[in-house]
């Protein structure tokens, strides 16, 4: 089983450009969320999905689009990158069973550094 | 909106000795609780989980936490550090029919010889 799959591992962008970072899950989840982990402030939650379809915006949203036209796939793209978005990302995804959440199953990150 | 404190960012031991990371919930309805650990360049990995059962719950490697809804704490302890222990560790929070997750800033565990 790969769970979930991150892609790039690392990347380097000059400010301005545009791209996209690639999550898929294999586990038929549901739920899937983006989140940036930076020094000292832990993960930060950037968007999220509830299902195909259907996404929302979490803690940190502004500079990043989202959009899940499957329940295996949901790409994070940075529109215009900013040195302040260099960071770590990780997707997650989780499930509800019987109503209650489970916990998130997270990839393995993508590091970003925009100069 | 529930949220987490950990209490130290950085905490040091010896080989060993008490493992004790502190984690402070604010939820205004019943939580879910986890401890998640990362290693160097690698991703998060699911230690344990309160999900309303026990109160005292075990995880792998030795690891365990008890859920103090009079404290609002669910601090992670382990009675003897391994240096295979060094890393950093995260506590989080969701609602228990969402799973919209929050985290802490993370503690960094080093464990000397």
């Known amino acids: 089983n790969a769970g979930v799959t991150q892609t790039p591992k690392f990347q380097v962008l000059k400010t301005g450009q545009s791209m996209t970072l690639q999550c898929a899950q294999d586990?038929?989840?549901?739920?899937m969320s983006w989140y940036r982990q930076d020094p000292g402030m832990g993960l930060r939650l950037i968007h999220y999905?509830?299902?195909?379809?259907?996404?929302d915006q979490g803690e940190v949203p502004n500079g990043y689009n989202v959009s899940r036209s499957t329940t295996e796939d949901f790409p994070l793209r940075l529109l215009s990158a900013a040195p302040s978005q260099t960071s770590v990302y990780f997707c997650a995804s989780s499930y509800r069973a019987r109503g209650f959440a489970s916990e998130a199953f997270f990839g393995q990150g993508t590091r970003l550094t925009v100069v | 909106a529930q949220s987490v404190t950990q209490l130290g960012s950085h905490v040091s031991v010896s080989e060993g000795a008490l493992v004790l990371l502190r984690c402070n919930y604010s939820s205004s309805v019943p939580p879910y609780l986890f401890w998640y650990v990362q290693y160097p360049n690698q991703g998060l990995q699911l230690l344990l989980k309160y999900t309303s059962a026990a109160t005292l719950v075990k995880g792998i490697n030795g690891f365990e936490a008890e859920f103090k809804k009079s404290e609002t704490s669910f601090h992670l302890t382990k009675p003897s550090a391994h240096m295979s222990d060094a890393a950093e560790y995260f506590c989080?929070?969701?609602?228990?029919?969402?799973?919209?997750?929050?985290f802490g800033a993370g503690t960094r565990l080093t464990v000397k010889p």
């Open positions: 989080a929070v969701s609602e228990r029919n969402n799973n919209d997750m929050r």
């Open positions: 586990m038929n989840h549901e739920y």
């Open positions: 999905s509830v299902g195909a379809g259907i996404t």
